[in-house]
């Protein structure tokens, strides 16, 4: 079997191997696939795996060989997965992989935002400390969590997870979820997005981008937070309206936000947040820790290697 991944380099910058992949055919990896070169490259090869190249109806008419789409991510959209069923190719997917990787990097940014510790230590590399007249300073309000209220919104997987960590920092979870579980009632108090809003002292987005989420940290929903609040976004970046978490952060009424994710990535360069100063922003590697990428790559090989003797799992277009 001819076997071609065309964006290998962000889930292997070459600290994995792809040796499993390897071993079920004859593979070939780019790390980068511009859209002109999809179709030459995928030749006549039969599995094409990608994370975001796109793979749409015209590839698959041009590319007649294609018989299995792996997409290396959970999300799949960059696949015409109506156009691959009509053609009888399977698409399949990693369904999850990240839960702990995504939780910790939530709190990786909370953390930032209550202690600014890389900043911290550059004071003190910079001699801030050596000639400082007291014994210790700091730059920042430094926040203590214990008491305070985490909402989250979406509550499946990642946010139980969270959920779980903000239990043992001491924290009081709320919760709104279009869907209820007995597991979740463990960890948090389901609670209605309004009286989340008003109540938490954290807010931290982990509910997929869909019509129904799209924009829910906008202005309306801004004003019914309290002041200070502190947002986190590792989710999807167009759950914010950028420009009115902006305005909203210039003005103070939220005192932070620390977002792994924006609108467009890479961040275009007049992004509003960019201009904040309470904003922290970090290049959507909240699933990039290697143990999470490694747990991708063995679900990734598993698929293909399913679908080879016959028997495809994660498939997203049955
Ligand atoms: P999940 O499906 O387990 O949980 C999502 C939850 O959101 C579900 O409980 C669902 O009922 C809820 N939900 C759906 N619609 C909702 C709505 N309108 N309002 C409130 N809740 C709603 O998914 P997960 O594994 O926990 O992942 C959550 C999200 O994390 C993903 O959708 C993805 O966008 C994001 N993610 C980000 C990274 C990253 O690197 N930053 C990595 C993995 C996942």
């Known amino acids: 079997m001819k076997i071609v991944i065309l964006d290998g380099y962000t ?3 070459g600290d994995l191997s792809w040796e499993g992949f390897e071993k079920l055919g004859d593979l070939t990896v780019y790390d980068r696939t511009p859209a002109e070169k ?4 995928i030749q006549d090869a039969e599995a094409v795996i990608t994370n975001k190249t796109p793979i749409g109806a015209e590839i698959f008419a041009a590319c007649p060989s294609i018989k299995y789409v792996g997409v290396l991510a959970t999300g799949y959209n960059v696949v015409d997965v109506t156009e691959a069923r009509d053609r009888g190719i399977v698409v399949a997917n990693i369904p999850t992989y990240g ?3 995504v939780a910790q990097m939530t709190f990786a940014l ?3 935002v209550c202690h600014h510790v890389g900043a911290h230590s550059m004071a003190v590399k910079n001699g801030d400390w050596s000639n400082n007249i007291d014994w210790c300073f700091w730059n920042y309000p430094l926040i203590e969590l214990a008491g305070k209220t985490m909402g ?4 499946g997987r990642i946010g139980q997870a969270v959920g779980k960590i903000a239990m043992a920092f001491g924290m009081k979870v709320l919760a709104y979820d279009e869907f209820q579980n007995e597991e979740g009632r463990k960890i948090g108090e389901y609670v209605s997005l309004d009286r989340l809003l008003s109540e938490s002292d954290v807010i931290s987005l982990h509910c997929p981008l869909l019509p129904s989420t799209q924009g829910i940290i906008n202005k309306s929903n801004i004003d019914k937070m309290k002041g200070g609040v502190i947002i986190l976004n590792t989710s999807r970046g167009p ?6 978490l902006a305005k909203a952060l ?8 620390a977002c792994d994710v924006v609108s467009t990535e890479p961040i275009l360069e007049d992004n509003p947040l960019l201009g ?3 904003s922290i922003l970090t290049p959507h590697i909240a699933w990039a820790p290697k143990e999470s990428r490694q747990r991708l790559m063995d679900i990734a090989v598993e698929d293909l290697k399913a679908f080879k003797d016959g028997k495809p799992i994660n498939v997203v277009n049955p």
């Open 110 to 112: 909370l953390f930032e």
């Open 250 to 257: 210039q003005s103070k009424k939220v005192y932070a936000a």
């Open 239 to 244: 759950l914010i309206v950028e420009k009115d």
């Open 99 to 101: 839960t702990t990787a």
């Open 38 to 41: 999809i179709i030459e490259r």
């Open 152 to 155: 989250i919104i979406g509550f």
């Open 276 to 278: 904040c100063y309470n």
């Open 11 to 13: 889930e292997n910058p």
